[in-house]
């Protein structure tokens, strides 16, 4: 519970989401949780780590959520890991030595020249280029970007950007599924209750010994069990 409030927290100083837009945030990670290979916890993760520096960088909420799940898909590592990564790339991508090294291909990182093109903009462009690119000038760029310890994130990146537009698309029109989700787990909950409720009516209205009587015990520990689960689920989320 703690880490979601200050997951929550920390996404809405960074993009400046208002608190009545604070559902917005967990729709993103659930919808995004249920569609592709990331949990939302580790989704959570990755974007408290790095919302700072993607906002500098001219990223949407949405759009960090559509990079940091296509990375996950490609690695597989921990939302930490990823938003770590993610953050030191943001920030190098601007840099003199980087932005000489795509100045080279014909790629610039102003947009004007007051201005920073996107990260998410660079990253098109550059996607679109790099299987043209020569084995040196695509070395080139990954270590002025990156540097050897996050190269293998910044060629997923690169490799997996479309999925990344796929998820920022599906971030962008996810509406509603974090209340499903805790719908759906409250459903299944109160079934539960009915069924063990109406075994403790009949226990003590017409009691049958101690095999009824465990049965019905059992059957209030999963509910207690579901309650928990659901309450989880939801704080995480």
Do not use: C
Not at 116 to 125: G, H, P
């Amino acid at each position: 519970q703690k880490d979601a409030v200050e997951f929550l927290t920390a996404t809405m100083n960074a993009f400046n989401i208002p608190a009545s837009d604070s559902m917005k945030i967990m729709d993103v990670t659930t919808n995004l949780a249920n569609k592709y290979a990331i949990n939302a916890n580790e989704l959570a993760a990755g974007i408290q780590r790095s919302a700072f520096a993607a906002k500098a960088a001219g990223l949407s909420f949405e759009e960090l959520a559509g990079l940091i799940t296509a990375v996950s898909e490609a690695t597989r590592m921990s939302g930490e890991h990823i938003g770590v990564a993610l953050r030191t790339i943001m920030l190098n991508i601007r840099n003199e030595d980087s932005a000489k090294a795509l100045a080279d291909i014909g790629i610039s990182v102003l947009d004007n020249e007051r201005h920073y093109k996107s990260f998410m903009t660079i990253l098109a462009e550059l996607s679109v280029q790099w299987k043209d690119l020569s084995d040196v000038e695509q070395q080139n760029i990954m270590m002025k970007g990156a540097g050897i310890r996050r190269s293998n994130e910044f060629l997923a990146l690169i490799e997996k950007f479309p999925l990344a537009l796929k998820a920022t698309a599906e971030a962008f029109t996810s509406e509603q599924s974090a209340i499903q989700a805790a719908n759906k787990n409250m459903q299944s909950l109160q079934s539960q209750i009915n069924v063990t409720k109406a075994k403790w009516d009949a226990l003590f209205t017409n009691p049958k010994g101690d095999t009824e009587f465990y049965r019905a015990l059992q059957d209030l520990v999963k509910t207690a069990q579901t309650l928990l689960d659901a309450l989880s689920q939801s704080g995480s989320a």
